[in-house]
């Protein structure tokens, strides 16, 4: 009889994930197929524009908190852990970044055995680097204004964004500095022309700017609750960034 019941039970459980599927699926088909209007057309700017005096106003309070808990801190009583989140992300973004990478270009120089290896072997510690550095310094200055109790009620989110953020567009830029090579090009992996690397390289910045501002971007409108023509145009304006850089290079 246990056995019959928990065979009963294993069927159920089966149907009960088919079906979890099959909403999951008539969900995802749903959202893919919602019908906005066209940036290109006045009804998209006309819902921005009727929105507009909403959304300023959760933006307005949004700030507003920050600015409270800001100005609410102690006078008196020096923000020493926030002080010192600053002082080691400045350390960490340029003498410890610069040391960093030196150290691995020493070692390569003289253990690396082979031109591909060491090139190779260069790019991705540099990608590392460029990585972990404003992993660190960004991670080290939350959590700083965090133990200083300067994070504004609600903000913890943007915060978190604010990391994400800082730490991919580092990488943006490390990985497309370490296949450029701008500086030094006989360590550099791909068969790119000088004159080639020395164009591009304002795109990588760019490109960087582009990711942290998006990303910090979608994370604000989330945690303010902008409309959804708010998000539209954002999405529409971040689509234009992004085909206009593109253009460019």
Do not use: C
Request: overall charge positive; glycine content about 8%; charged content about 15%.
């Amino acid at each position: 009889s246990a056995v019959k019941r928990g065979k009963l039970l294993g069927v159920e459980a089966q149907q009960l994930i088919d079906e979890i599927a099959d909403s999951q699926a008539e969900q995802f088909g749903q959202r893919i197929s919602a019908r906005v209007p066209s940036p290109l057309a006045p009804t998209f700017w006309s819902a921005v524009l009727h929105n507009a005096p909403r959304d300023l106003r959760r933006v307005s309070a949004f700030i507003a908190r920050g600015v409270d808990t800001i100005r609410g801190h102690p006078r008196a009583a020096w923000p020493w852990p926030a002080i010192f989140g600053l002082s080691v992300a400045l350390l960490a973004l340029i003498p410890g970044r610069a040391a960093a990478q030196r150290l691995g270009l020493r070692f390569l120089i003289d253990g690396a055995p082979g031109h591909r290896v060491r090139r190779s072997a260069n790019a991705m510690w540099r990608v590392l680097v460029g990585t972990l550095a404003p992993l660190i310094a960004s991670s080290a200055l939350i959590q700083g204004m965090r133990w200083s109790q300067l994070q504004p009620a609600g903000w913890s989110a943007l915060f978190d964004a604010f990391i994400v953020a800082t730490t991919y567009a580092g990488f943006t830029a490390a990985v497309t500095g370490a296949l450029l090579m701008r500086h030094q090009p006989t360590w550099r992996v791909a068969p790119i022309p000088d004159d080639a690397a020395q164009q591009l390289r304002p795109f990588t910045w760019l490109l960087a700017a582009i990711a942290f501002v998006t990303i910090l971007w979608d994370s604000f409108n989330a945690a303010v609750g902008v409309s959804a023509a708010a998000l539209s145009a954002t999405q529409a304006v971040e689509t234009v960034l992004h085909l206009g850089m593109l253009a460019g290079a």
